[in-house]
């Protein structure tokens, strides 16, 4: 018999690791792990370890690099072993997995900074071209922000793979989907166009345990999952007849459960049998340890009464409104923390 993660494979979904972890990626990818992601606080969390001591001794050895370029040096060398490790995924399936996802800096959303919108399109697409290049199993992380948004025709058209994250409703979806298609179109060739859209899903349901209470017992806490099916149909039907070599596809993200009587693979389960799962290591773990044999779910609704509930009660604009505002605050604060870690550990290691 499969083990839990070889049935979750088999049935559909290719797995994805929500670390960088040099360690995790090496278990994970041996439980059938094809892909990574990155962010500043997976980054921050390794360099409290120690294990990378070493390197940043190296990065601040001549004194003249700043906190941000050895944070950036540092992210830029995790990814790239991660990238090694997923290569021949990437080189198996000519290009269509085995990505690991580079986030672009989050300060560039960074409420106290108030950039001009002009500019954060213009840094977006400079980093995106910079951070992506001679990088072919780097996917570049960009926000659904208005900003990100903008940034994404210009960056599919210069052939950059792009993973569009935070993403909480059908709108922003289309709108980067809609985006990166428009800039596709115009390169030359469109035999390694990539693009996945990373949709958050257990925000939505903490979300609707706060805002949208008269939601019945049934309707509660499934509205994530609703969401994510329905972006998937509709990315399903879109990319359906266009003939591209590779997938253009969905990324079910925060997949971790935020309810402890919740079981730990609630929403992996839900969402089996298809496109992209990034999931935390924890999560991974208890999947693997429940016992359970995954079958195909993604495109199965729960029944009408439900979904009427959820059309009739959840205002979507209010939800993306209020999830991205938190998720812009959520978005700069760990890169800050992050720079904040470097000037400790460059003092340490001064000291040392």
């Known amino acids: 018999m499969s083990s839990p993660l070889e049935s979750l494979i088999q049935c559909g979904t290719k797995l994805w690791l929500d670390s960088v972890d040099p360690d995790l990626v090496e278990k994970n990818r041996a439980l059938g792990a094809t892909g990574a992601t990155s962010n500043p606080i997976i980054i921050s969390d390794l360099v409290k370890t120690g294990r990378f001591d ?138 390694h166009f990539k693009s996945v859209y990373s949709i958050f899903i257990s925000r939505v349901d903490v979300y609707t345990e706060k805002h949208v209470p008269t939601l019945t017992a049934a309707a509660q806490g499934q509205v994530g999952i609703v969401n994510a099916k329905r972006m998937w149909t509709d990315n399903q039907s879109f990319w359906s007849g266009k003939d591209l070599p590779l997938d253009q596809e969905m990324v079910f993200a ?47 609704l729960p029944p009408a009464e439900v979904l009427q509930d959820i059309d009739q009660k959840v205002e979507m604009q209010h939800l993306e409104d209020t999830l991205m505002s938190e998720g812009i605050a959520k978005f700069a604060a760990p890169q800050k923390a992050l720079l904040d870690l470097i000037a400790q550990k460059r003092t340490q290691l001064a000291g040392s």
């Open 54 to 191: 070493q390197h940043l001794a190296t990065l601040m050895a001549n004194g003249e690099a700043t906190d941000a370029e050895v944070a950036w040096a540092l992210t830029d060398q995790i990814v790239s072993d991660a990238e090694r490790v997923f290569a021949p995924v990437w080189q198996a399936t000519n290009g269509n997995d085995g990505y690991v996802s580079f986030e672009l800096d989050p300060l560039l959303e960074d409420p106290e900074a108030d950039l001009p919108h002009v500019e954060r399109v213009e840094q977006y697409v400079e980093l995106g071209k910079r951070w992506s290049s001679e990088h072919r199993n780097r996917m570049i992380k960009v926000p659904a922000t208005p900003a990100g948004l903008e940034s994404l025709e210009p960056l599919a058209n210069a052939g950059v793979p792009l993973n569009v994250t935070l993403i909480f409703s059908q709108q922003q979806y289309q709108q980067a989907r809609d985006a990166i298609w428009r800039g596709a179109q115009h390169r030359h060739s469109l035999e």
């Open 254 to 300: 925060s997949t971790g459960s935020k309810k402890p009587e919740d079981p730990a693979w609630k929403y992996v389960e839900a969402l089996a049998g298809s496109d992209i799962q990034t999931n935390p290591p924890a999560t991974n773990d208890a999947v693997q340890e429940s016992g359970l044999q995954f079958s195909r779910t993604v495109d199965q």
